[in-house]
């Protein structure tokens, strides 16, 4: 009679601990901030088509170095958050008003080691770590929390178009070395690589969509 009693508790344990599961599910799958999975950046949410739910476009692995010869690649991303942009150091416009707007960001999530910012040089064999550190002096940005990146130009711009589907002209350039990418995007990217937001980075309005874009992602897990 005990053992049976016992039985029946475990039972209802099991049970309950497969509720509490499947209550995260749902609530993972109720996410409010959609996915961006093609180069036309039309948003999808969990569900909504069999394509978002069989699979996600993720940002594919690379290594870069940072204003501080640092190593920038996976292992440094690894269970964070991050915004990315494209941008280079002699830009005389939009560029500054990017890094202007995404300080505000910056100082949103100051000592919160879940964030980080990702700056891509689009002109990497002028922008050395060198004057990517003066950038950094210059613009008041923080080391820890925000990456200028440099490194061979064929890997970002492959990234840039491949991964991120940052070229507003949406169409491959066979030769790389004679290109120029420009583009005003900001990308938020979750912790497994996955496109969750596209902003306007000159407008002071989207950073303020960021913001609490990050705090519903950093609830969100």
Not at 4 to 15: A, E, M, Q, T
Not at 48 to 55: L, R, T
Not at 188 to 203: A, E, P, Q, S
Request: proline share 3%; net charge negative; charged share 25%.
């Amino acid at each position: 009679m005990r053992n049976n009693f016992g039985v029946k508790i475990w039972v209802v344990v099991l049970l309950l601990v497969g509720s509490v599961s499947s209550l995260a599910e749902v609530s993972d799958l109720q996410s409010s901030i959609p996915f961006f999975s093609e180069p036309s950046l039309t948003p999808k949410w969990l569900g909504e088509d069999e394509g978002v739910a069989e699979g996600f476009h993720r940002i594919a692995d690379f290594e870069l170095i940072d204003q501080n010869g640092q190593l920038v690649g996976r292992e440094l991303l690894r269970g964070k958050l991050y915004l990315a942009n494209f941008f280079f150091t002699a830009c005389p416009g939009i560029c500054s008003t990017m890094t202007g707007n995404l300080k505000r960001v910056q100082a949103a999530f100051k000592g919160n080691e879940e964030i980080k910012i990702l700056s891509h040089s689009v002109t990497p064999d002028y922008d050395s770590v060198s004057l990517l550190k003066d950038y950094e002096a210059k613009h008041g940005i923080s080391g820890d929390i925000w990456h200028l990146l440099t490194g061979e130009k064929e890997s970002i711009y492959s990234l840039a178009r491949d991964s991120y589907f940052a070229d507003d002209a949406g169409s491959p350039i066979e030769n790389v070395g004679d290109s120029f990418l420009h583009t005003e995007k900001v990308f938020l990217i979750d912790r497994l690589g996955r496109i969750r937001g596209v902003y306007n980075g000159v407008m002071t309005v989207d950073m303020k969509r960021i913001i609490a874009d990050v705090k519903t992602l950093l609830e969100e897990h």
